[in-house]
């Protein structure tokens, strides 16, 4: 069955500390891949995506993504976490007419 | 554009109320889409749409209807509340189908007593 898949509940960083949050993906063919980001109490937005070529993809807000078929493997980074940037995260793949989501990290950041 | 709105922001039903919630979009998108998010699951979709007209089931359809009559709306029903379906429900649309970038409502935090 398509699955993504977010080893990673709770993750906490230092402000100004580098971030890297997990996703595995878990598909016949190579999937569209998705971050999105969840501030509290609102909806979900884009940071990036993967659909084909370039494994490393740019994304909003500073953040890239590095899709690694030999790992099945679609990990979000920042160089330098900002406290704006606690929230919540979820990787999340495409099916046949739908989208896949995983459960999500919650990011937090203490100064 | 507004984007996608959803209403009401929040609601608290009484176990077999039935109720209706609202989604519009104002960017002309064919694809809509319905997802429950709660504790611990990430989101899973509910119902989606292609188009006005067409309408179909996604993991976990159980308890809720739709329909699309128009590009713009997509309500979700829920016919007989069931505390179960205490949850948080985002509406979202994206241009063509899945494979394309979707744009999220606020969301309506619903309580089921």
């Known amino acids: 069955a398509q699955s993504v898949t977010q080893p990673d509940i709770h993750i906490t960083v230092s402000e100004g500390a580098s971030l890297e949050l997990r996703c595995n993906y878990s598909?016949?063919?190579?999937?569209?891949l998705f971050w999105y980001v969840q501030s509290p109490g609102q909806g979900l937005q884009l940071l990036l995506k993967?659909?084909?070529?370039?494994?490393l993809v740019q994304g909003i807000k500073g953040f890239e993504a590095e899709f690694k078929r030999s790992q099945s493997s679609f990990n979000l980074r920042k160089p330098s976490v900002h406290w704006s940037d606690a929230a919540e995260y979820f990787c999340?793949?495409?099916?046949?007419?739908?989208?896949?989501f995983g459960t999500g990290t919650r990011l937090t950041v203490i100064p | 554009n507004a984007g996608v709105t959803q209403t009401p922001k929040f609601q608290v039903l009484k176990t077999g109320q039935s109720m209706t919630l609202q989604c519009a979009q104002d960017?002309?998108?064919?694809?809509m889409s319905w997802y429950r998010q709660d504790p611990g699951m990430g989101l899973r979709l509910i119902h989606y749409?292609?188009?006005?007209?067409?309408?179909d089931q996604g993991e976990v359809p159980n308890g809720y209807n739709v329909s699309r009559s128009t590009t713009e709306d997509f309500p979700l029903r829920l016919l007989s509340a069931a505390p179960s379906q205490t949850s948080v429900y985002f509406c979202?649309?994206?241009?063509?189908?899945?494979?394309?970038?979707?744009?999220f409502g606020p969301g309506t935090r619903l309580t089921v007593t």
């Open positions: 999340a793949g495409t099916g046949a007419n739908n989208l896949f």
């Open positions: 979202a649309s994206s241009y063509s189908d899945s494979s394309y970038e979707q744009y």
């Open positions: 960017m002309n998108h064919e694809y």
């Open positions: 749409s292609v188009g006005a007209g067409i309408t």
């Open positions: 598909y016949g063919a190579t999937p569209y």
């Open positions: 993967y659909f084909s070529g370039d494994t």
